[in-house]
């Protein structure tokens, strides 16, 4: 048997890869990638193993621990058809063109919710032929969070997608890029407004730190408090904005697109729980929403990710939390939705001034320095636990894209494995 040196075959898992995969979380990446026309899977084992597995070694490694306890990530031999799932569905009872939509919300409730193997990669492709009333067939691919967050593996995803108009052309990104200020200008607003960041600061951890400990959201229609959420079913629905209408809304706002997408969100939430008990329109819930922390304006290549040397856009976990309460559906917010815009703006752009997100950041890494990841991953529980919903959202390219001469018309994202119940 051939032998290979342990830093030839091994390299550390993160910190937050090792969060993801304890005994108190795992969790998942879906992605899902919508057919414009049927689905010839022929290509799918030349194209993962070509395109797909040389992206990052981890999509051909397994998590291990070494002889001091410490996971590490292993690269194995990969078996794409261990890999390769492709359901069958009941049969159409209509002599019609049969919209599996029904199905197809089932198989991906379950899989949301399965454990993938960890005697091999942890990653999975579901092929889905059938035709829904959104496309002529499904792409799911399912990674588990510690290969990633959405940011990488939107890059990686796309690193095997083509144009749709032009192979040969790269795909673009909508820019946001906003006017930079001097560096003078910016010194002096900095010490300026010092103290109030301070104190800012201090309210803001202090309130994160309640309630990932002590304090949780009232039971209501989007949280039943249950304590066993390993054995809960999950529903997977969706809907779809029109972007030029966002944009539309941000613009006579002043505004971000993220604060607007937040608003129409937190408030769509009130209305449901409204509609379910009229009582908890006025509970004190809480959304966590993600925030991207790499300091870069649209994606990377794959390549400049995966480069060590540099962090600013590093493959992995760059992200944090900040918690923003859902506003109470008053009868003036009632009246006037964008009210929960306003606030989802002023709430949000408090919590990036102050310095409680990167303090988080340092207690999570104490804890692990201290007690071990064990003892951060059950402190990154509990802040999910405690709180009613994540909000995280990836941008994707302008042009169409396509995968294997499949034009694809839609692409989207969701976690899963989190425990909020």
């Given at each position: ?143 588990h969070h510690a290969l990633g967050d959405g940011f990488s593996l939107m890059g ?97 706002l002043g505004v971000s697109i993220n604060d607007v997408l937040a608003g129409v ?55 944090a939390f900040l918690h923003v309460s859902i506003p109470e559906l008053s009868d ?90």
């Amino acid at each position: 048997m051939e032998r290979f040196h342990e830093e030839e075959i091994e390299e550390p898992v993160s910190p937050t890869g090792q969060y993801l995969t304890s005994s108190s979380l795992s969790v998942y990446i879906l992605g899902v990638l919508e057919s414009e026309v049927p689905i010839d899977d022929s290509q799918t084992v030349p194209l993962l193993q070509n395109l797909f597995l040389p992206i990052n070694s981890r999509f051909s490694s397994i998590m291990i621990r070494d002889k001091n306890g410490e996971k590490k990530w292993k690269k194995v031999e990969v078996k794409l058809e261990d890999h390769i799932k492709v359901p069958t569905f009941p049969n159409g009872k209509s002599s019609n063109l049969f919209l599996y939509d029904e199905y197809l919300d089932e198989y991906m409730s379950t899989i949301a919710v399965e454990h993938l193997p960890q005697n091999r990669p942890l990653w999975e492709l579901h092929i889905i032929k059938y035709p829904t009333s959104n496309a002529k067939g499904t792409l799911v691919f399912k990674l588990h969070h510690a290969l990633g967050d959405g940011f990488s593996l939107m890059g990686a995803l796309l690193s095997c997608m083509q144009r749709a108009d032009n192979t040969s052309l790269p795909f673009t990104l909508p820019s946001s890029q906003r006017p930079k200020a001097s560096s003078i200008s910016n010194t002096k607003g900095f010490f300026k407004k010092l103290p109030s960041i301070f104190f800012q600061t201090i309210s803001e951890f202090g309130w994160s730190f309640l309630k990932s400990k002590l304090i949780e959201d009232d039971q209501t229609p989007i949280r039943s408090c249950a304590e066993d959420f390993k054995t809960r079913q999950m529903t997977i629905s969706d809907v779809t904005f029109s972007l030029d209408l966002i944009k539309d809304v941000k613009s006579k706002l002043g505004v971000s697109i993220n604060d607007v997408l937040a608003g129409v969100i937190f408030f769509g939430i009130r209305l449901y729980m409204q509609e379910i008990n009229l009582k908890s329109s006025q509970t004190q819930s809480t959304a966590l929403v993600l925030l991207n922390t790499r300091n870069i304006e649209g994606y990377k290549s794959v390549k400049e990710m995966i480069e060590k040397t540099n962090s600013r856009s590093a493959w992995g976990n760059q992200y944090a939390f900040l918690h923003v309460s859902i506003p109470e559906l008053s009868d003036s917010k009632y009246a006037n939705p964008l009210e929960f815009i306003r606030e989802a703006h002023k709430d949000m752009t408090k919590k990036k001034n102050s310095l409680a997100t990167p303090l988080t950041g340092m207690l999570l890494d104490m804890l692990r320095k201290l007690r071990g990841p064990e003892a951060a991953a059950s402190y990154l529980r509990s802040t999910l636990r405690n709180s009613s919903t994540t909000i995280s959202n990836i941008i994707g390219p302008v042009e169409q894209m396509a995968v294997a001469n499949h034009p694809i018309k839609g692409f989207y994202f969701m976690v899963a494995g989190s425990p909020e119940v």
